[in-house]
């Protein structure tokens, strides 16, 4: 345990505690990444404390599964439980490696920041003032998304006791207070707007530099690939547990070794930029951003491992998973259903059904034959145009991401926007295809 905060036994819901540490890694998974994306030491920090919280919550959850184990059949269907409780402890510790990257000057080139594509959304940190539009307001009344594209998947609010309280995934109803620090994810232009409005200051989006070494260029290119091939990985290894899905499950450790073969890519492209460089010891943040990355992608296989093995998925561990602030589904995209040769812009789908494609699996005859890079698709998230059709995953999709008949689709979202996108995609209510 990281922090020094005293932990007592206490009463708690395990289904409680299980469904705040998924919120809580997920959130840890983005908000690290950003912070060395933008080089930004406010986001690291706002990371450790989070860090410090999931200890905290790993410790309550692990007394109370061993209070609620009385015989020999408890333990065993408890078992996964606490399998699922150190894979979320693992994620949280992995985050805070890579937010001590930028804390402790480590050593990471401009390079880094360069590889965040402009199609890519960025993560923002904005302080609501007193007199902000915003204090006082719930998220339904202030429209945020609707208007300016932007939402706030977290926020902070400072209590008089001087802890901090997290709300991950704020909904509707979720009011807005002078104080609260808002963590807001969007493109610049919305940003520009929403973080003026909270704040009262002016935005300075970050400046990203040319790369100048190929290697280089590759290396930090196949770092960003591992980030948003880990993060798929946790989001199916809670919705393989949430299903029950073995099908699921073996993508994520499909998954977990398509990030192995990207870290010895990457480690021999780093090799080759630091003959190249004129500082290798700069690279050595890179070398610890690969090595958190994949044992991320190891938790998220943990995390499923219990049904990979065909034990039973513990009631309390589904209904945490279901009843978190998010749900993950997988939906197969039926022939002649609305999203078939479509592409996502073209059906307005985060619009109109509110939940967010975050990866498409090719499906069909037609799928191609994988790519080099193991069969994944770029890294920027921008769709990738024509060349999605010769991968076999396409991790953060855009706008011009074209769906096609037999696809699946990965997604979070709530249950209701879950509803809207299986009509769309013409498939069965269940929400999961094995």
Do not use: C
């Not at 209070?67 to 994620?91: F, H, N, Q, Y």
């Not at 039973?312 to 022939?335: F, N």
């Not at 059709?389 to 689709?409: F, Q």
């Amino acid at each position: 345990m990281h922090g020094d905060e005293p932990v007592e036994y206490e009463p708690v819901s395990v289904k409680a505690v299980l469904a705040e540490m998924k919120d809580t890694a997920e959130l840890l998974i983005d908000l690290s990444y950003s912070a060395v994306l933008h080089g930004s030491p406010a986001l690291a920090r706002e990371v450790l404390a989070l860090e410090a919280r999931m200890d905290v919550l790993q410790l309550q959850a692990r007394m109370s599964v061993m209070m609620a184990a009385r015989s020999p059949e408890d333990v065993e269907e408890l078992a996964p439980v606490l399998g699922m409780i150190g894979a979320a402890e693992k994620i949280s510790d992995a985050a805070g490696d890579i937010a001590k990257v930028v804390l402790e000057e480590v050593g990471l080139p401009d390079a880094m920041r360069a590889a965040l594509p402009e199609a890519v959304e960025n993560l923002v940190r904005a302080p609501v003032a007193d007199d902000s539009p915003y204090a006082g307001r719930s998220l339904a009344a202030i429209n945020m998304e609707t208007e300016t594209g932007v939402r706030v998947i977290a926020v902070r609010r400072d209590q008089a006791t001087g802890k901090a309280r997290w709300i991950t995934n704020p909904d509707r109803e979720t009011e807005l207070r002078a104080g609260d620090t808002l963590f807001l994810r969007g493109f610049d232009e919305g940003l520009r707007e929403v973080y003026e409005a909270a704040s009262g200051e002016r935005y300075e989006p970050p400046e990203a530099p040319d790369p100048t070494v190929a290697d280089l260029e590759r290396a930090v290119d196949s770092i960003v690939l591992m980030k948003n091939m880990s993060e798929l990985a946790v989001d199916l290894a809670y919705g393989a547990v949430l299903f029950d899905s073995r099908g699921v499950a073996e993508e994520v450790s499909e998954l977990e070794a398509e990030v192995d073969a990207l870290q010895s890519r990457f480690e021999a492209w780093t090799l080759r930029a630091a003959a190249r460089v004129d500082d290798p010891v700069s690279l050595r943040g890179l070398v610890h951003l690969a090595v958190a990355t994949e044992e991320i992608s190891d938790a998220a296989v943990e995390i499923s491992e219990g049904v990979l093995r065909g034990l039973d998925t513990h009631p309390v561990v589904a209904e945490a998973v279901e009843e978190s602030d998010e749900v993950i589904v997988r939906l197969a995209v039926a022939a002649g259903s609305d999203l078939a040769g479509a592409t996502l812009g073209d059906r307005e789908v985060k619009t109109e059904t509110g939940m967010r494609v975050i990866a498409v699996r090719r499906g069909g005859d037609d799928a191609g034959a994988s790519s080099d890079a193991g069969g994944v698709a770029d890294a920027d998230g921008d769709g990738g145009g024509e060349d999605d059709d010769e991968d076999d995953w396409v991790v953060s999709p855009g706008p011009e991401t074209r769906i096609r008949a037999g696809d699946v689709l990965i997604a979070k979202g709530t249950r209701a926007g879950a509803e809207r996108l299986s009509a769309l995609a013409g498939s069965p209510e269940s929400f999961d295809v094995d």
